[in-house]
């Protein structure tokens, strides 16, 4: 695990901490988790198991310390490593079946938020009284979630991959920039 992909995933994860903060609450203190998204996108870009784990569970620990949903502390702790591998193994899957990088994207948006949604409320029924039911907070907050996080996916995903090309391409030799 380079230490530069480290830094570049923490940076996307910081971002999506600031997304997630201006996010305001829909239903019951829930709001849809844009961090998530940037774990999408770390995912996206850096295929490696242990990097994934480790983006997974920061972006958990980010998303516990900003949770404003009574028992999203322990629901996210979990959800987001758990999520961060489902969603590697669906892009593996797609690149298996040699699926277009964009179906992908809505593919990852749609199942990665879906599965993440699912966890984070399961979890959260087990360890605390959810404040509505299931299924009203899965229509409410995570079908939204859902649409919204695959939109900003298809947005921000090829911009962070360009971004992130270009950055790659610049080395430092004796001081000078060689692009």
Not at 114 to 124: E, M, Q, R
């Amino acid at each position: 695990m380079e230490l530069r992909r480290v830094i570049e995933s923490s940076l996307l994860l910081a971002g999506g901490f600031v997304l997630h903060q201006i996010m305001p609450p829909l239903v019951a203190g829930m709001k849809p988790d844009m961090s998530l998204l940037m774990l999408f996108i770390v995912v996206l870009l850096y295929q490696d198991k242990k990097l994934v784990i480790l983006s997974g569970l920061l972006a958990g620990i980010i998303s516990a310390l900003s949770t404003t949903f009574p028992g999203g502390q322990v629901a996210n702790m979990l959800d987001k490593p758990i999520t961060a591998l489902a969603v590697l193994t669906l892009i593996l899957l797609g690149d298996y079946f040699k699926l277009s990088r964009k179906f992908s994207l809505g593919i990852v948006g749609i199942l990665g938020t879906i599965i993440s949604g699912t966890v984070f409320l399961t979890t959260a029924s087990l360890v605390v009284a959810l404040p509505q039911s299931f299924l009203v907070l899965f229509i409410s907050v995570v079908l939204p979630a859902t649409l919204l996080n695959t939109c900003f996916l298809y947005m921000l995903y090829p911009i962070i991959a360009k971004i992130r090309g270009l950055v790659s391409k610049v080395e430092f030799n004796s001081g000078e920039e060689i692009v």
